[in-house]
């Protein structure tokens, strides 16, 4: 057995904070090699250092038994690996051929472009591989599971033989991940050496060879994929038991807090993102819309707030119609809003904490009036939020990009429910922070729900849903079409649901 | 027929515009009783103003499409004005658009230096070019020339008649003039056409004819070459090249650089042959309206083309028009555009885009039948005013480059 | 402590690197660097050139104050120009016409600057919210249209009444009346100073231009609009789903800024009376610059601005002294803004940097602390 990849010793120091802290890992050629962790345990610091994108600080690398040491990903590229990001690294104004060919272009004479050319070693690869796709098609036109065929191909054209697939499953639901695994097994028959990053235990057990665990930076374990259980695996990465489905009794009343009649959204094109759509929310309850992303759960979102336009139907908070209201007067009809991008949507990142906490509702108390703004008040409800949410900082100035990505959720958190609301819209609320926030703001929202919040949760975390939600209802191309129980669903129907699978055969693989 | 109109290759669809522009100039010239608006000169006016609002614009294009907005084009532009009469008096006026682009191109490459290393926003960098140019130009002026303001005289490089289109001389035998014999059938239409496309033929500036040449050559560049696939990358997603290896920050110098280079040229194109001389001032906005033009064109060398023959004919019709009948006559032009523009929009459903264009048809054609003449004001406005409704009705069906203005920091994703 | 050596290391050092560029400059064409600025400095030390120097850093400053609102916002009101010259001409026709109690008279004419004024970048802010029309752009050309075609047209229109001794002094807008004309305040510079000769009055607008800095503070940091305006031009997605009402910012925040742009005219409305044919230009983009140099703050804007002023009035003593060409002092202007705006962003990310390392050693200490 060969090792195609060795990583003796390697650390890596960013400004206050030790990313990998003298990791070792053995890779054999021509097996999956799964590496667990955490968010924030350096598996993706790892990955670029291996991929040449970053230059560790210490520690030696081994590829194919020779030592190398990678400047850019060029290095590592004519080392024969090559990398699939978690986060799309596609141009979607230039077309899947020009995207696939970028860095590696065959030129005729200097400078022009060997279109032919290209195409022709593009073709023989997707057939090799039986990856299909329309190699001239723009990759703004794509969806996410063929998006990621284009990644693959990407390193596929290069010669890759060592694949790197940085969380690939986090976009894919159920059936595309099954799709996904074929693909890896037909890789490994041809020869290929996969390493692969994944926290979702079950999919770590099905497809790989050996298992590396890191926590905080460092190696923890290494083994065979030979009788582990998910339960050893969660150990070792978290050093503790992993957040279980909520199974305490049920807090929702009679009263509706959110209703949503017959409402439809139109994009900038005239096409219907989002119709049809009932829903009632009663005080005390968690709605959780389960949907692959794109189908229309961000407009519906953004309907709700303020921010998009309704071209059909009526929302209303405990009966008061608000279709018309501005996203202010939403909000100081007590709607609460935790947005998926939290850097984009929910924060000022140059602006110091206390403004953060601020930010929606500056135009009440204790933060601010109409005409006024209450900086003392601001700043003591401020550091109310810090302690009651744990929000690790060293005070409430400093500016909030300072923060770690589940302090600053935690924040967002806070403020939000610290603001006396009767509707929270959350979507994706735990997305790519460490479990320890994460299990921090669960507590939270279940808290809230147990004094009376109607909430409506958007997740990709099907074992958030399911955790957190007392019904699940699944979008699927702008509308919703199934209700179920979380106790009685699994996530395999929940994903035939979310594809459009379970329709069409009539009901749950 | 919307489909056919839609795939025909670009060039095709910019001369069909450009024929339909002919027509209405033509249809408009014989209600209004003028002559102007299709006449040689006036062609000759609108590509000597197009020229480095074109030069300026193709520089937006290369810096744009690398991501990197460029408010500093006029800046640059100002440079190349002095550099390039400062070398066409010392040196000779080839020497002189070499110098002026040199000029141009240390405007862009401090614009990268503060936008690509420094991180600096990219329209503040701009302005401070903006700023920093004229006077940079002025103190250099006031020591070597003893005015801050004025040059003395400069020399441009030749023209150029195209044979047998225009009468060119081939090694000294004179070929035959066809556009001119066309135009003197005085056809209707045809003779006009032949009188525009003389304008653009006989006489023509050097520099214009690599203007020209410009629209084919970075087509080619920016679509077909590896180098243009790459300066791509860095204006729609440059962590993507990044990550396949691609060294975006030296593409992203390049691009603005170049930039700065082809609005250098265009400013020396002014001081050289448009004015003669170096004229603080002389400038005109012209790098602003080559923004517009860029804009216009949706970022793609023909249709930066197309804005910026736009904009020069407004300019220089309104030069010749010394008795204002020509401005006269635009209005009808601007009514019939207008009503064209609201029934596109018509078509698109576009209700308040329709109803704006109505309103405006009808106001330039009641103007026009009420008024003989039109105030100076509006004649000097003109070519402003048409920047701003080609912009209302056009900006937002465009698309620019996804990461344009963004700041990048290598290794971040 | 650390935070204030970065932040005033930043102008300071561009202040040195401005030195270093223009005493090349000067050298290059053979004047003595050491003579010019110490004769530059010597005639800005007479109060009666300070006291020029403060008239110059008036509007400079007031224009600063209305680019900054803009600038706020990361909306680049590049107008200011255009807008002020409107308002500057449409108060003294104004002016003119009537005849008030001094008190309201000037207050006529100076409300009627602002709203001109505020109109004009109003229009560019409309085009911007309906049409998606970058303001850059559409304020350059409104800027290129007041000063190209409108301002000339008016003027014509608007030419007072010529009298029997046709004379350059006699063109412009109808004078105003003495009780249009705001009073000068070198009574109350005289409190502090010796006499000032030579003629020279301290502007009344000098103190107008301390309200608005102090305004401008105010309405920024302690009002709901301020924050409004502020979080929208931090991350305008983030203000919307904050409750923000986008467009009507924009619109707002526009018109704010031409309202201030309008008093930028009113230094020169006060001392001549009218709107002659050739009024100051280049105050807008000079404002521009005094803005960007003082990063938007109000206390770093009015540095900004009596430094710009300071070389603008005391270099042109070099016309008579002969130690070196006026222009170096636009070229200290120009290379102070380029390389002051540089190192605002390196000091910036000096400072996000120390920020992010704090806050990680405090999460690592705790870290360490909870057993793992």
Redesign the interface.
């Known amino acids: 057995m060969t090792v195609a990849i060795e990583l003796r010793g390697i650390t890596k120091r960013f400004p206050g904070v030790v990313a990998n802290d003298d990791v070792n890992l053995t890779v054999e050629k021509g097996e999956i090699h799964a590496i667990c962790g955490e968010n924030g345990a350096g598996k993706s610091t790892l990955m670029k250092i291996l991929y040449g994108m970053q230059p560790a600080d210490e520690g030696t690398m081994k590829v194919n038994g020779e030592v190398v040491e990678f400047t850019s990903p060029n290095d590592a590229i004519d080392c024969g690996i090559g990398m699939v990001h978690q986060h799309f690294m596609l141009a979607d104004q230039l077309t899947v051929l020009e995207n696939v060919i970028l860095g590696a272009e065959p030129t005729v004479g200097g400078g022009r472009i060997n279109f032919h050319q290209a195409e022709a070693h593009l073709s023989k690869v997707t057939e090799d591989y039986g990856l299909t796709i329309d190699i001239n098609q723009m990759v703004e036109s794509l969806e996410v599971g063929e998006r990621q065929r284009v990644e693959i191909i990407k390193v596929l054209y290069r010669g890759a033989e060592i694949l790197i697939l940085d969380e690939p499953t986090a976009v894919l639901v159920p059936q595309e991940v099954e799709a996904l695994f074929d693909n890896m097994r037909e890789l490994k028959a041809s020869g290929a050496t996969i390493l692969f990053i994944d926290h979702k235990l079950d999919e770590v057990l099905e497809i790989s060879d050996s298992i590396t665990v890191l926590r905080h930076g460092r190696t923890v374990a290494t083994m065979k994929n030979d009788g582990v259980t998910a339960h050893d695996l969660a150990e070792l990465m978290v050093g503790s038991e992993l957040p279980t489905p909520d199974t305490s009794e049920s807090t929702v009343t009679d009263e509706v807090a959110l209703e949503l009649r017959d409402l439809a959204v139109r994009n900038e094109d005239g096409r219907q993102v989002v119709h049809d759509i009932n829903l009632r929310i009663h005080r005390g309850e968690i709605v959780g819309i389960a949907g692959v992303e794109g189908n229309g759960q961000g407009e519906l979102v953004d309907a709700i707030i303020g921010t998009a336009d309704i071209s059909n139907g009526s929302i209303a908070f405990h009966g008061r119609d608000v279709t018309n209201d501005s996203v202010r007067k939403r909000r100081e009809a007590g709607l609460a809003y935790v947005p998926e991008d939290r850097h984009q949507e929910g924060l000022l990142l140059s602006s110091p904490l206390w403004e953060n906490a601020a930010l929606g509702h500056q135009t009440q108390a204790p933060y601010g009036s109409t005409w006024w703004l209450d900086r003392g008040g601001a700043r003591e409800q401020t550091e109310r939020i810090r302690k009651q949410f744990d929000v690790r900082t060293p005070s409430i100035e400093v500016s909030a990009h300072a923060l770690s990505g589940g302090n600053q959720q935690k924040l967002i958190i806070g403020r939000e429910l610290t603001s006396d609301p009767d509707v929270l819209v959350a979507a994706h609320p735990t997305r790519g922070i460490d479990v320890g926030a994460q299990a921090a703001v669960w507590d939270d929202i279940r808290a809230a729900r147990r004094n009376g919040l109607a909430t409506l949760l958007i997740s990709a975390d099907l074992d958030e849903l399911i955790g957190l939600s007392d019904t699940i209802v699944v979008m699927l191309r702008g509308e919703f079409v199934a209700t179920l129980s979380p106790d009685e669903v699994t996530p395999r129907d929940l994903g035939a649901y979310m594809t459009g699978a379970a329709l069409q055969n009539g009901g749950a693989a | 027929m919307i489909s056919t109109l839609t795939r025909m290759p670009a060039w095709a669809r910019w001369a069909l515009y450009a024929a339909l522009g002919v027509f209405l100039l033509t249809l408009v010239q014989t209600i209004s009783d003028t002559e102007r608006l299709t006449q040689v000169a006036t062609a000759r006016e609108m590509l000597r103003f197009a020229v480095p609002i074109f030069l300026a614009g193709l520089g937006g294009l290369f810096s744009e499409r690398a991501g990197v907005v460029n408010i500093g084009l006029e800046g640059m532009l100002i440079l190349g004005m002095w550099f390039g009469a400062w070398g066409s008096i010392n040196y000779g006026a080839w020497w002189g658009l070499a110098i002026g682009i040199g000029g141009g191109m240390i405007g862009g490459l401090l614009h990268a230096i503060a936008t690509v290393t420094f991180q600096v926003d990219h329209i503040i960098s701009g302005v401070a070019i903006n700023i920093l140019a004229p006077a940079i130009t002025r103190y250099l002026s006031e020591e070597i020339w003893e005015s801050p303001t004025t040059s003395p005289r400069t020399s441009a490089v030749g023209d150029w008649d195209v044979p047998f289109l225009a009468g060119g001389t081939i090694f000294g035998w004179e070929s035959p003039d066809w556009l001119l014999t066309i135009s003197q059938w005085e056809i209707w239409y045809l003779s006009d056409v032949a009188q525009l496309s003389r304008g653009l033929l006989r006489g023509t500036s050097w520099v214009a004819i690599i203007a020209l040449a410009l629209v084919p050559i970075t087509a080619f560049v920016i679509w077909r070459t590896r180098f243009g696939l790459r300066l791509r990358i860095c204006g729609e997603k440059p962590s993507a090249g990044e990550a396949q290896g691609i060294n975006i920050i030296r593409y992203k110098y390049i691009a603005v650089i170049m930039s700065g280079g082809l609005a250098g040229l265009g400013g020396a194109f002014i001081s050289t042959e448009l004015s003669g001389l170096f004229q603080g001032g002389n400038s005109a906005g012209r790098g602003f309206i080559g923004l517009a033009a860029l804009i216009f064109g949706n970022w793609r060398p023909g249709g930066v083309l197309l804005g910026a023959l736009l904009f020069g004919y407004v300019f220089g019709l309104d030069l010749r028009d010394l008795d204002g009948t020509a401005s006269h006559a635009m209005l009808l032009v601007n009514a019939i555009a207008f009503t064209a523009v609201g029934i596109w929009a018509f078509t698109r459903k576009n209700r308040t885009d329709t109803i704006l264009a109505a309103v405006l048809g009808f106001g330039a054609l009641f103007w026009w039948i009420v008024a003989d003449t039109v105030p100076s004001w509006w004649s000097n406005t003109l070519p402003y005013v048409v920047v701003l409704l080609v912009l209302v009705f056009f900006a937002q069906r465009l698309r620019m480059p996804v990461s344009l203005g963004q700041p990048y920091r290598k290794g971040e994703t | 402590m650390r935070k204030i050596s970065i932040s005033l290391a930043a102008p300071v050092g561009a202040f040195l690197l401005t030195l270093v560029v223009s005493t090349i400059?000067l050298m290059a064409?053979g004047s003595s660097p050491t003579e010019a600025y110490a004769d530059m400095l010597s005639h800005a030390s007479k109060l009666e050139t300070q006291v020029d120097i403060l008239n110059r850093a008036t509007p400079f400053y007031l224009s600063a104050v209305a680019a900054a609102i803009g600038f706020r916002m990361n909306l680049?009101n590049?107008g200011v120009e255009g807008q002020y010259l409107m308002g500057f001409l449409f108060a003294a026709q104004v002016g003119g016409l009537v005849s008030l109690p001094q008190a309201l008279h000037i207050l006529v004419i100076m409300l009627t600057a602002m709203m001109v004024s505020s109109l004009y970048a109003g229009l560019a802010g409309i085009?911007k919210t309906t049409?998606?029309?970058?303001e850059?752009?559409?304020t350059?050309?409104?800027n290129?249209?007041a000063i190209?075609?409108?301002i000339?047209?008016l003027q014509q229109k608007w030419q007072g009444d010529l009298g029997e001794n046709f004379s350059s002094t006699s063109l412009g807008t109808k004078p105003i009346d003495e009780s249009g004309l705001l009073p000068t305040i070198n009574g109350l510079l005289e409190l502090v100073t010796r006499e000032v000769g030579q003629g020279k009055e301290l502007t009344g607008m000098f103190l107008v231009a301390i309200l608005v800095g102090i305004a401008y503070y105010v309405l920024l940091?302690?009002?709901?609009?301020?924050?409004?305006l502020?979080?929208s031009g931090?991350?305008p997605?983030?203000?919307?789903?904050?409750?923000?009402?986008p467009k009507r910012m924009v619109l707002a925040a526009m018109m704010l800024s031409g309202a201030v742009a309008g008093l930028i005219g009113m230094t020169e409305l006060a001392d001549t009376g009218k709107f002659p044919p050739d009024p100051i230009q280049g105050l807008g983009?000079?404002g521009?610059?005094v803005a960007?140099l003082g990063r938007n703050n109000p206390g770093g804007m009015a540095f900004a601005a009596l430094l710009f002023a300071f070389l603008d009035v005391s270099s042109g003593v070099l016309d008579s002294t002969g130690a070196a060409?006026?222009?170096?002092a636009?070229?200290m202007?120009?290379?102070v803004?380029?390389t002051a705006?540089?190192a605002?962003?390196?000091a910036n990310?000096f400072r996000?940097?120390d920020?992010?390392?704090?806050?990680?050693?405090?999460?690592?200490a705790?870290?360490e602390v909870v057993p793992?």
């Open positions: 400059a064409f680049f590049i085009l049409r998606g029309v970058n850059v752009i559409s350059i050309m409104l290129a249209i190209g075609g409108l000339a047209w940091n302690r009002t709901r609009f301020g924050f409004d502020r979080a931090i991350n997605f983030a203000a919307r789903a904050g409750g923000v009402p983009f000079q521009i610059a960007l060409s006026r222009e170096i636009v070229i202007q120009g290379i803004l380029l705006v540089v605002y962003g390196v990310r996000e940097r920020e992010a390392r704090e806050a990680a050693e405090v999460l690592a705790e870290r793992a």
